[in-house]
């Protein structure tokens, strides 16, 4: 199974991590529209963080909940997830 | 006529001191009282480092009855009430009990029991139709967190207005804020005005955790909280409470009573941006910084002396500088401001009543209490944060902030004509 | 020093109603006008086990409809309830708050036990599965302080924002902090409470309230002022209102629903009743005085009516105290006992009460108490019209605090 976060897994934690309905291609289309104006913020990004770390046993540094698009998250949590690979 | 409030009892319990000389020899000295948590055991969580307070009831004098009907922060608060009423040489019963108010804060209340309740009836959170049968006595009053300043009233046979206040970790300063408001409007001629807070249970702890608010510094608890410094890296959560009397200035005089210094300004405002970030700019507690200083006819060169919320995160320290420097101007570089959460850790709730507790202490003892383990020094802080070591200052105007989750930003000015030396 | 502020009186414009009868003015007014009684079997999950069988549940509320959908996993239900009722109070109010400076509205709640529910869900994962299963979430959500946290956020509204985390009578001090914050300078406040006590660890707790009602038929278990009189019910769900500074909600034409005139406060011990009936003549007394208000323009009191014998007698003693030989004859009543306690949140519904029953000329009944055993006027059984222009609200602590606020219809313009 690839360790890498996709929009697809990053629509579905938004949702049952923070409570967002997001559709994955719209993330895709457009992954430099601003985080805020969907409502996530870094509580939520920091949740869905947790549940990443949970989910494949690493531990994630601080940084990726402090991104404000969508393409800068999943940049960053799959640094941390191949560095830990 | 304007009806002035003066400060004429302290009480306070504080970690790594129980009681005014305690915490005031620690402040002066620059110690820290931060260590790993022992009240329960921290593994597996990330920060796992505390300001906890050697805290013994029944040496106190509360007695094995209230030990067991008072959470933790009820007892501190009964036991700073206390040491403040005997400083203040109100005799119970001297003064109409309904023109006396108690007006306490707490962010979280009982949640330590409420935890140490749950972990029984719920089996260890197996069920959440938790056993009724299992819930230890005494957990209403848990519950309920206007236990707090009713357990102190009914202490001292108050029967004003009385209440608790929770806005996050400004409730001590608006706790105070609110007493002094009512003393000023003529409600009340007396007010035990503070704050407590026990929050350090696994359930406090980790929900920081979760945020990555507290500081993972795990190896180093004593150089952990380092409020403004460049490698800062979170807040050392802590415990206690400080209780002050409040008096109307005249009430005062009339028993021939000598105040600590007077609460001249307060104002609260709400940041609407996020229920635990701030912004860079520090607007809103600039606001109410401005706002609380026109309270008081000061202006903001007078200030000698600012008492930091200083909570050791990125964020805040960066807000709260700039929000000092936008109300302070050019005067803000020449005007120390310090943290004691370097020392005494950040205890939520009640941090904001013992912050102003050390502000009446520094300014009747004219010291500047320091910032403990300020080294490094962040090209976005670059005030006077009075380094490690506290120092000598006649203090006659000084300004308290705090910040709390849910975008309360608070201000509290006080001020000091002459009086005793205490 | 009341009375210079008296310059700028604070005025309520709008009514915002998350009730166990009724959400919304209309629903709540009618039901409450009628006498209708929703006390019922507590249904809510995990609840049916306990020695506490009745309560005011607000069934009719779905939070996925009242609140933005991120707030059903990011908060709990009593700010889901304070959300929509702020909403609802600034719809009804037409304030357009987006038009006015940020730092001109605030935000008051009281709040007697926060996110329960919430923080239940947390301490399990915590102790089910571990410290780090603890979402970020748990730290904005559980303390009393959310409510007025999510709506200052939600409607940018950065005036003075506070929290009394009181019991009971903590619902009518929020608006005395309201009032301080429109004499002080705020334009408007969006001020009330809102509860959410009904989650299985809550009601756990709630169980060592001596006052409580162990009922299991809720057509006996809330009848106060009677001699049956057993307890209260709780309830969950509360009132926001939106309160403004006279001449400015004038100046835009706001419908003016009520002058809140005063509010006095007293303490006399939990559980000790009797004691109370002097705290609330007292606080009546300091309400009236600072309204400057005579006991005999009194028209209507909305009673805090705790439904144990002791206690309503006390406050029937109290108010004889006060009003005199009057008190027999002003109309008392306790919509509350058709849908319950709901702690801070039921002082606020009082208001909401008091203020539409001024509006109307109407005092709503208390329903289902028929036979009062007190000497009071107590509305029973149907709705009563009347000439009102001052009404008295009550409220008392179960940790021992007594409040009362004196509300006035307004009188034409200015």
Known sequence: MSRELTYEELASLMKSCTGITMDPQRLRDDPQAPLADIGLDSLGLLAIVSELEKRHGVQIDSGPEACKTPGDFVAAVNESLTVGA | ?422 | MNIPAAERRTVITGLGIIAPNGMGTDAFWKATREGVSVLDRITREGCDGYPLRVAGEVRAFDPGVMVEERFLVQTDRFSHFAMAAADLALQNAQLRTEEMPAHRVGVVTAAGSGGGEFGQRELQRLWGKGPSYVGPYQSIAWFYAASTGQISIRGGFKGPCGVVASDEAGGLDAFAHAARSIRNGADAVVVGATEAPLAPYSMVCQLGYPELSRSEDPERAYLPFTAEACGFVPAEGGAMLVVEEEAAARARGAPVRAVVLGHGATFTRSSRWDRSREGLARAIGAALERSGCAPNEIDVVFADALGTVEADRAEALALADVLGPRAARVPVTAPKAGFGRAYGGAAALDVAAAVLALEHGTVPPTPRVTDVCHDLDLVTCRPRGVELRTALVLSRGLMGSNAALVLRRPEGEI
């Open chain 2, 1 to 422: 006529m304007t009806r002035r409030v003066a400060v004429t009892g302290v009480g306070v319990v504080a970690p790594g001191g129980v009681g005014v000389p305690a915490f005031w020899d620690m402040l002066t000295a620059g110690r820290t009282a931060t260590r790993g948590i022992t009240l329960f055991d921290p593994a597996g969580f990330r920060s796992r480092i505390a300001a906890e307070c050697d805290f013994d009831a029944a040496a106190f004098g509360l007695s094995p009855q209230e030990v067991a009907r008072a959470d933790r922060y009820v007892q501190f608060a009964m036991v700073a009430a206390d040491e403040a009423i005997r400083d203040s040489g109100l005799e119970p019963g001297a003064q109409d009990p309904w023109r006396t108010g108690v007006s306490l804060g707490t962010a979280v209340g009982g949640t330590t029991r409420l935890e140490h309740d749950y972990v029984r009836v719920s089996g260890e959170g197996e069920r959440w139709d938790v056993d009724h049968r299992r819930a230890g006595p005494f957990l209403e009053r848990a519950f309920t967190p206007s236990v707090l300043a009713s357990a102190v009233a009914e202490r001292f046979g108050v029967h004003g207005a009385v209440q608790t206040v929770s806005t996050g970790c400004t409730s001590g300063l608006d706790a105070i804020g609110y007493a002094f408001q009512a003393i000023e409007e003529d409600l009340a001629d007396v007010y035990i005005a503070g704050a407590s807070d026990s929050p350090i249970s696994p359930i406090t702890v980790a929900c920081f955790d979760a945020i990555r608010a507290t500081s993972p510094n795990n190896d180093d608890p004593e150089h952990a909280s380092r409020p403004f410094d460049a490698r800062r890296d979170g807040f050392v959560m802590g415990e206690g409470a400080a209780v002050l009397v409040l008096e109307e200035l005249e009430h005062a005089r009339a028993r021939g009573v000598d105040p600590y210094c007077e609460i001249s300004g307060f104002a609260t405002f709400g940041n609407a941006y996020h229920m635990t970030g701030l912004t860079r700019e520090g607007l809103e507690m600039s606001m109410a910084i401005d706002t609380a200083l026109d309270h008081a006819r000061i202006a903001s060169c007078d200030i000698d002396y600012v008492n930091a919320h200083g909570s050791g995160t990125k964020q805040n320290d960066r807000h709260e500088t700039a929000a000092v420097k936008r109300s302070l101007g050019e005067h803000a570089y020449r005007t120390p401001m310090s943290s004691i959460k370097s020392m005494v850790g950040h205890s939520l709730g009640a941090i904001g009543a013992i912050e102003v507790a050390a502000c009446t202490l520094a300014m009747a003892r004219g010291v500047v209490p320091p910032t403990a383990n300020y080294e490094d020094p962040d090209p976005e802080c670059d005030l006077d944060y009075v380094p490690k070591t506290a120092r000598e200052a006649r203090l006659r105007r000084v300004l308290s902030v705090g910040s709390g989750f849910g975008g309360f930003q608070s201000a509290v000015v006080m001020s000091r004509d002459g009086g005793r030396s205490r």
